[in-house]
C-alpha cells in the first residue's frame, strides 16, 4: 500500500518554456500533497504544500507564480515549473499524506529530473 | 526553529559490520518522528516512524530507537544492498503536516 507515482521520471527541455509533473497516489486518497526539490547531495527541501480543493501554501522564498499547484483531486497534484531557465534544473520529489489514516506518515513518488538547457 | 541533525555524514561499513546512525533534533513537541531510504535518483522510502521516547521498530537489518533528543537507526550485520541515504525527518507537535528534514547519513556497504 501507499504508492504514489509521478510523470515524467525525466524532462529536458529548454529555457522558456512550461514544464508540468504529475503526482498521483494510487491506493490511497491523498488529503495534502507536497513538493520538494533536491539539489545534489542536499536534503529535501520542501517548497509548497497542496490540499485537494484548495489553494497551496508555499515556503517562504519560493515563487508562486513560477510554480503552480493544483490540487484538483484526491489522487492528483500537478506542478508547473513555468518558463523554466537553467537555474530550475532540480530533482522534484512529490508526497502524499492520508489525514484519514491518522498517521503522519509522507509516502514519495519516484522524483522527476527536470533539466533545463 | 526546528532542527535535524544527521550524523556522520558518511559512513563505509565493511558487510556484516553493524554500526549506528544518529538523529539529534530540537522540536518545540515531536508528533513523530521518521525514518527514509532514499536511493541515488529515487524519492525516499518510508522505513518507521517513532512517536515517543522508549519506543523500537525493527525491519529485517534495521531497527530504529527514540529518546527525548535523538534518535538512533541500529544496522545489524549489513549487506550491500543496504548502502543508500538514510534521512531523518520530525513533525512538530504544533502546525499543519511539513516535516523537517537531516542531510541524510550516505551509507555505503562493501562485500
Known amino acids: 500500500g501507499a504508492v504514489v507515482s509521478q510523470h515524467p521520471s525525466r524532462v529536458i527541455c529548454k529555457s522558456g518554456t512550461s514544464v508540468k509533473i504529475e503526482c498521483r497516489s494510487l491506493?490511497?486518497?491523498?488529503?495534502?500533497m507536497f513538493w520538494y526539490r533536491q539539489f545534489p547531495k542536499q536534503s529535501l527541501m520542501l517548497m509548497a504544500t497542496?490540499?485537494?480543493?484548495?489553494?497551496?501554501?508555499?515556503e517562504q522564498g519560493v515563487e508562486k507564480d513560477k510554480f503552480l499547484i493544483n490540487h484538483a483531486s484526491l489522487t492528483l497534484s500537478t506542478l508547473t515549473v513555468t518558463s523554466a531557465h537553467p537555474e530550475d534544473s532540480s530533482f522534484y520529489i512529490c508526497?502524499?499524506?492520508?489525514?484519514?489514516?491518522?498517521?503522519?506518515?509522507?509516502?514519495f513518488g519516484p522524483g522527476t529530473r527536470l533539466t533545463v538547457t | 526553529e526546528d532542527q535535524v541533525t544527521q550524523s556522520p555524514e558518511a559512513l563505509r561499513l565493511q558487510e556484516g559490520e553493524s554500526s549506528s546512525l544518529n538523529c539529534s533534533y530540537t522540536?518545540?513537541?515531536?508528533?513523530?518522528l521518521f525514518w527514509y531510504r532514499q536511493d541515488p535518483g529515487k524519492g525516499p522510502e518510508f522505513l518507521f516512524t517513532?512517536?515517543?521516547a522508549g519506543e523500537e521498530k525493527e525491519k529485517e537489518r534495521l531497527k530504529a530507537t527514540l529518546t527525548k533528543k535523538e534518535s538512533f537507526l541500529h544496522i545489524t550485520a549489513p549487506k550491500p544492498e543496504d548502502s543508500a541515504t538514510y534521512l531523518c525527518?520530525?513533525?512538530?507537535?504544533?502546525?499543519?503536516?511539513?516535516?523537517?528534514f537531516g542531510k541524510g547519513t550516505m551509507l555505503l556497504v562493501s562485500p
Open positions: 508526497s502524499a499524506r492520508d489525514l484519514t489514516a491518522r498517521t503522519y506518515e509522507q509516502y
Open positions: 491506493d490511497f486518497q491523498a488529503t495534502t
Open positions: 497542496s490540499n485537494e480543493g484548495s489553494k497551496a501554501t508555499y
Open positions: 522540536v518545540s513537541g515531536l508528533r513523530g
Open positions: 517513532l512517536y515517543s
Open positions: 525527518a520530525v513533525h512538530p507537535s504544533w502546525g499543519y503536516s511539513t516535516l523537517t
